[in-house]
C-alpha cells in the first residue's frame, strides 16, 4: 500500500519559517520524481517545487524563488520543503506528490496558515 504522509504544518508569523516532510512507503522512493503543491481556499491547486528523482534538480513556482527550498534523503524516502519568509499568501493546503510516468500518488495534505 503506497502512502505518502505530510507534516511540519501549523500557523506560523509573517516572515517565519517552517519545514514541511513528507515521508514515503510503499514505493521505491528513489525511483520517483517529487513535487510539493498547494492549494489555497477558492484557488486552483499550482505546482510549488518539483525535484528529481535524484535530487540534483528543483525547480520552483516564482512565487516562492529565494524563499522556499526542495530536498530528499532518498534512503530515508523523505521528501522536504524548507519555507523561509513566509506570507500571508503562502497560506494553504501543502501535498505532496510523487511521479514514475504513469504512476502517481499523492499525500493528504498538511495545513499552513501565515498570519499575524
Known amino acids: 500500500q503506497v502512502q505518502l504522509v505530510e507534516s511540519g504544518g501549523g500557523l506560523v508569523q509573517p516572515g517565519g519559517s517552517l519545514r514541511l516532510s513528507c515521508a514515503a512507503s510503499?514505493?521505491?522512493?528513489?525511483?520517483?520524481?517529487m513535487n510539493w503543491h498547494r492549494q489555497a481556499p477558492g484557488k486552483k491547486r499550482e505546482l510549488v517545487a518539483a525535484?528529481?528523482?535524484?535530487?540534483?534538480?528543483?525547480i520552483y513556482a516564482d512565487s516562492v524563488k529565494g524563499r522556499f527550498t526542495v530536498s530528499r534523503d532518498n534512503a530515508d524516502n523523505t521528501l522536504y520543503l524548507q519555507m523561509n519568509n513566509l506570507k500571508p499568501d503562502d497560506t494553504a493546503v501543502y501535498f505532496c506528490?510523487?511521479?514514475?510516468?504513469?504512476?502517481?500518488?499523492w499525500g493528504q495534505g498538511t495545513q499552513v496558515t501565515v498570519s499575524s
Open positions: 506528490q510523487a511521479v514514475d510516468g504513469q504512476d502517481n500518488y
Open positions: 525535484i528529481t528523482r535524484a535530487g540534483d534538480s528543483s
Open positions: 510503499g514505493i521505491t522512493f528513489s525511483r520517483y520524481a
